[in-house]
């Protein structure tokens, strides 16, 4: 029999509001500060982070403005995943901004190597987490997660879709002169295992799916 696959669809906000609100923010906020343990880890930045930079040394725009040229065009991307635009959206943008930089305010810069290393992993399963905390929460994913949410509703799984964009946007920066690390690589090829598997005990279950699981059970 094959393994049931997590449900990440968009569930409306009237349905147990305060727990996932809760649980968007939260997940939001510990994704933000798993951004500055990375940053702080100094070996290697996100795959997005080497898109942005090498998108940067080739276009007159800043870091901060192509990240955000580049969601706006990951927007476009959900059309064909018949993706929307949903409150997690934009949580997603402006909780991203408050956590990181407050992270970055918490953890002290130019630790050791073995200081680095333990933040590098501490970093890459936090994000996983995070990810699978918020994007479980169901309001809705991110501009980047929503690729990821909207292949695997093709029933496609989350970890071989969430590496395979990892890895593609980290070709496309790396061969566009971003800076790549030992961190990269790792970051790229573990967080979709991650997120694969904390989802199934993160995602919220709606009314009918636990009411279909109750009849089909019975």
Same mark, same amino acid.
């Given at each position: 029999?094959?393994?049931?696959?997590?449900?990440?669809?968009?569930? *409306?906000?009237?349905?147990?509001?305060? &727990?996932?609100?809760?649980?968007?923010?939260?997940?939001?906020?510990?994704?933000? $500060?798993?951004?500055?343990?990375?940053?702080?880890?100094?070996? /290697?930045? =996100?795959?997005?982070?080497?898109?942005?930079?090498?998108?940067?040394?080739?276009?007159?725009?800043? $870091?901060?403005?192509?990240?955000?040229? !580049?969601?706006?065009?990951?927007?476009?991307?959900?059309?064909?995943?018949?993706? &929307?635009?949903?409150?997690?959206? !934009?949580? =997603?943008? +402006?909780?991203?901004?408050?956590?990181?930089?407050?992270?970055?305010?918490?953890?002290?810069?130019?630790?050791?190597?073995?200081?680095?290393?333990?933040?590098?992993? /501490?970093?890459?399963?936090? =994000?996983? $987490?995070?990810? +699978?905390?918020?994007?479980?929460? &169901? $309001?809705?994913?991110?501009? *980047?997660?929503?690729?990821?949410?909207?292949?695997?509703?093709?029933?496609?799984?989350? *970890? &071989?879709?969430?590496?395979?964009?990892?890895?593609? !946007?980290? +070709?496309?920066?790396? #061969?566009?002169?971003?800076? !790549? /690390?030992?961190?990269?690589?790792?970051?790229?090829?573990?967080?979709?295992?991650?997120?694969?598997?904390? #989802?199934?005990?993160?995602?919220? *279950?709606? +009314?009918?799916?636990?009411?279909?699981?109750?009849?089909?059970?019975?």
């Amino acid at each position: 029999m094959g393994r049931e696959r997590t449900a990440l669809g968009y569930v *409306r906000l009237g349905e147990r509001p305060v &727990r996932r609100l809760a649980q968007l923010l939260a997940g939001l906020a510990l994704y933000g $500060f798993s951004l500055s343990l990375l940053l702080r880890a100094a070996l /290697g930045a =996100n795959p997005w982070s080497v898109l942005y930079e090498g998108l940067a040394l080739r276009t007159p725009l800043s $870091f901060g403005a192509i990240s955000a040229v !580049v969601g706006v065009l990951v927007l476009l991307l959900w059309i064909p995943l018949r993706q &929307r635009p949903t409150l997690g959206t !934009v949580a =997603n943008i +402006a909780v991203l901004a408050v956590a990181s930089d407050l992270g970055l305010a918490v953890v002290p810069a130019g630790l050791g190597l073995p200081a680095r290393a333990c933040l590098l992993a /501490g970093g890459v399963v936090l =994000n996983g $987490f995070a990810v +699978a905390v918020y994007v479980g929460a &169901r $309001f809705g994913p991110g501009p *980047r997660d929503g690729l990821m949410t909207g292949a695997a509703a093709t029933g496609r799984s989350v *970890r &071989r879709v969430r590496t395979l964009i990892e890895v593609a !946007v980290l +070709a496309a920066g790396w #061969l566009l002169g971003g800076s !790549v /690390g030992a961190g990269t690589v790792l970051y790229a090829l573990a967080v979709g295992p991650v997120v694969q598997f904390f #989802l199934p005990w993160c995602a919220y *279950r709606s +009314a009918g799916e636990r009411a279909v699981t109750v009849s089909g059970g019975g």
